[in-house]
C-alpha cells in the first residue's frame, strides 16, 4: 500500500513535538562569509556554497525538525548549476531523515501539469524526488487535478496558496463575489480535495499555503477547511508570531506545519546570536534559532507536547 | 540606452509577416522514432533527446517565425539533465535569431520574485538567458512588481497569465465582483504596467496570455487592453482558429503573437504529412505546418501583410 505524505508527516511532528519547517532560500548577500570568500564568483561557485550552505543547515536541523522548505527560485537564479545544487540539497535532506517540501509554486495544465507533477512528486518515482510541492491555483480545477492524481499515485504531498503572506495578497485573493472572498473559494476547493486524499492522521495529502501574517483569515481557514493541513510562511521576519500561528492548529497540536527561513538559516546575523556565538559559529546559531521557535510553538500551541524523547534539549 | 523587447518583437513580426511563436513542448511518447531509439532511456539520454529534438526544429522555423516558446515543464521533468538540455536549446534558438519565451508561469513574492526574475529574464545578464517569461499573477501585484523592474531593466519582456485557454480555466478568473470578472481585473492591472512601460510599437513591456480557446473574451480583452501585447495559446490542437485568434490583433496586423506546439511539432505525426514525408522527414512536416499556419494567419488577419521580402515561400 503506498504511503500518505500527511501521515508522515504528523507522525514525525509528533514525535519531535516540533511543528516547524526550516526554509532554505539561499541569498548570496547573507551567506556566512566563510561561503563567500574569493572575491567575485561564478555561478558554479555560488551554486557550490548555496548547496553547502543548505547542506550544513540540513545537518543541524535534522534532529529539531520533521521537514526543509526548499526555495527553488534562487536555485534557479544560478541557472543548471543550481539545479545541480538543489538536487544535492534534497538529496542529503533526505540523508539526515528529512522531509523535503519544494517550494516552486508550479501551475499549469493537461500534459504539462503531469510533467511538472511527475518530474517533482515522489521521493523515489522522480527526477527531483521532492516529497511534496507547493502548486498555484489561478488556472483553476483542471490545474490541480493532475497533481493530485500524481501526489495520491506516489504518496507525495500538495500545498495549494489559498492566502498568502505577503502584504499585496488581497488584490486578487480577498476579492467579494457572492458574498465570499476568493480564497474561500479556492479554500473550499483544496478542503473538498483534501477530504478525497484523507489519510489516518484525519488530514489529506493535499494540504493549503496559508500566511501568518493574516491571523483572522488563519483562522477563519481553518475552521473552514477542518480536513487540510495548512503550510504556513510568514513566521518571524515576516511579523507572524507564536500565538498567531496557533490558530491553524486542532486542539491536539496538529494540521498545520509553521516555516521559518531567514530567522533560522540567517540567525547568525542577529545581533544577540553575533554576540554569543560569532560569525563563524553560524550553526550554533542555526541551532539556537531553531529551538527557539520550537519553544515559542510550544508555549502558544495546545496539544503539541513537549517532545521528552527527544535528546539534548537545551538552549546552549 | 536599453532596448525594448516588443519592439524588436513587433519588428521581427513586421519582417516575417509571421505573428507566430512555435512552441517546444517536448514529449517522450510523440517524439519521431529516431529520438527514441535503444528501448528504455535513462533521464540523461532523454534529455538530450530533448535538445536534439528542439534544436532541429529550431532550425526549421528560424526562417519563418520571430520567436519559440519552451515549455520549462517537460525539461524539468527529467531533472538537473533536462535543465542543462533546456539551457542548451535557448542558446541554440539565440544562434538561429529567435526570441525565447520560457514558458514557466513562475510567481513569488519579494527577493524570491527577484530571483526567480533575475535568474531567467535578460539574454545576456542572466543566467537562464530567457527574452521572455511567463507570470502567474495569484500572489498580487506585489509579486509582479519585481517581475516588471528586472524585466524593464534588462530590456526583456514579460507574459502574465490573464484568460488562459484551458476548460476549467474560469473557476477562478470567471469569478463575477462588482459586476467585473476576475480576469479583467488581472486584465486591467496589467494594461497599467504595460502603458507604464510603452514602447515606440505603442505596447509595453509587460503582456498577457489570453487563451484562443474563448473567442468572446479575447475580443473583449482587446478592446479593454489595447497597450498590452497577447500571447495566444491554444491554436489547433486545443481548439483554436484563425478566426478566432485574428480579435487578438490591431487592424496593422500588431498587438498579438499566436502560439503553436503540438501542431507544429509533432506535425509530422498527421495522417496528411505522414503520407506526404513519412516519419523521418519529420522536419519538412514541421516546416509545411508552420507555412500552413502563417498563410491561415495572413489570411485571417487584417494588416499583416505577406512577408514578401522573405525568401524561399512556397508550401513544398
Not at 65 to 91: H, N, S
Not at 122 to 141: I, N, Q
Not at 228 to 244: E, H, I, K, N, R
Not at 253 to 262: D, K
Amino acid at each position: 500500500m503506498t504511503q500518505h505524505f500527511t501521515d508522515q508527516l504528523a507522525a514525525a511532528v509528533r514525535r519531535l513535538a516540533s511543528p516547524i519547517v526550516v526554509g532554505l532560500d539561499p541569498r548570496w548577500e547573507q551567506l556566512p562569509e566563510v561561503f563567500r570568500r574569493g572575491g567575485d564568483a561564478s555561478l558554479e561557485t555560488q551554486a557550490w556554497a548555496y548547496a553547502m550552505f543548505s547542506n550544513g543547515v540540513v545537518d543541524v536541523v535534522a534532529r529539531l525538525v520533521p521537514a526543509v522548505k526548499i526555495q527553488a527560485a534562487f536555485f534557479e537564479e544560478l541557472g543548471p548549476p543550481g539545479m545541480a545544487a538543489m538536487a544535492d540539497v534534497i538529496g542529503h535532506a533526505h540523508e539526515r531523515g528529512l522531509f523535503v517540501i519544494l517550494d516552486a509554486k508550479r501551475n499549469d495544465v493537461g500534459s504539462t501539469a503531469v510533467a511538472y507533477a511527475r518530474g517533482y512528486l515522489g521521493r523515489s518515482d522522480s527526477a527531483w524526488h521532492a516529497d511534496a510541492l507547493t502548486v498555484s491555483p489561478y488556472l483553476g480545477e483542471d490545474s490541480l487535478t493532475p497533481f493530485v492524481d500524481v501526489a495520491v499515485e506516489r504518496g507525495a504531498g500538495l500545498y495549494v496558496l489559498v492566502k498568502t503572506s505577503n502584504p499585496g495578497s488581497g488584490m486578487l485573493q480577498d476579492v467579494v463575489a457572492d458574498g465570499k472572498k476568493l480564497y474561500r473559494r479556492v479554500g473550499k476547493h483544496v478542503e473538498r480535495l483534501a477530504v478525497e486524499t484523507i489519510g489516518e492522521c484525519g488530514y489529506g495529502t493535499v494540504g493549503a499555503v496559508v500566511g501568518a501574517t493574516f491571523p483572522e483569515q488563519l483562522a477563519e481557514l481553518r475552521a473552514a477547511m477542518p480536513h487540510t493541513w495548512f503550510l504556513v510562511p510568514g513566521y518571524g521576519s515576516q511579523g507572524g508570531t507564536a500565538a498567531d500561528v496557533a490558530a491553524a492548529f486542532d486542539d491536539h497540536g496538529r494540521g498545520a506545519i509553521v516555516n521559518n527561513s531567514r530567522g533560522i538559516i540567517f540567525a547568525y546575523a542577529r545581533s544577540e546570536y553575533l554576540e554569543r556565538f560569532g560569525p563563524a559559529r553560524w550553526q550554533d546559531a542555526v541551532e539556537a534559532a531553531t529551538r527557539e521557535m520550537i519553544d515559542q510553538l510550544r508555549a502558544a500551541v495546545k496539544g503539541l507536547g513537549s517532545g521528552g524523547s527527544r535528546p539534548g534539549h537545551s538552549n546552549d
